[in-house]
């Protein structure tokens, strides 16, 4: 009888030992399929979410140039999250957020924006200086905007701001109808230096423009923007969740 019972016991030992070993046809860590919602590698996430339109190192893409470190110094985290969680309706950028719709959690969001700043922030990258505020704090003035526009603007994209031989036009109604005065705000800030078009601080050597200048250079390029079928002009915002 004491045979008979031990061997259960041995073959579940041998079992146990056979599961320790490497045996043909065992699954690795590397051969379990992750679900989406469990991926939190800043790299990956940014590349099947962001780079489309942003560009594989954050810039050199149709939209933004987000992993500018300038772009980066001016805006904060909450701006950010902001923006990829809830999109801006009315233009390209859609939400991305399971909250808004998208396919993304929360912590996948806050990965974005932290492997953003790990990646491409610069702590010195304003010299010293101070950036005007990434959200406009008064409203611009388009008249002051034209004169502003011809100083700072006009010797790339035209005193019509149609475009010169450098550079294509800036208020081309197609453009316009798919950015926010946010966006506009924050190119003219940020500039496109990956298409060799600079900041605020160097359109005019030795002259960097002043946060009303950019306020009012927005509020000119806001007025030549057509208006769409409802008779009122394409989303805008000036807050700090606008878009990028």
Sequence with gaps: MKVRCALPALAFAALLALTACDLPGKPTPADIVQ???????????????CAGCHGADGKLGPAPPIGDPVYLAIVDDDAVRNTISKG???TAMSAFAQ????????????AIVQGMRQRWGKAQVLQGGTAPPYAAKAPGNSQRGAAAFATFCASCHGSDGKGTAKVGSIVNPF?????????????????????????WRNNVPGHPMTDQEISDVVAWLAAQRPMIASSSPAPTTSSPGGQQ
Excluded: C, H, W
């Design 35 to 49: 679900r989406p919602t469990d991926i939190l590698d800043p790299v990956v996430l940014y590349k099947q979410n």
């Design 88 to 90: 801006r309706p009315g």
């Design 99 to 110: 909250s808004e719709g998208g396919m993304l959690t929360s912590k996948q969001v806050d």
């Design 175 to 199: 453009y316009l109808s798919l950015i926010t005065d946010q966006g506009l705000r924050t190119i003219v800030i940020v500039g496109r230096p990956d298409f060799n078009a600079p900041d």
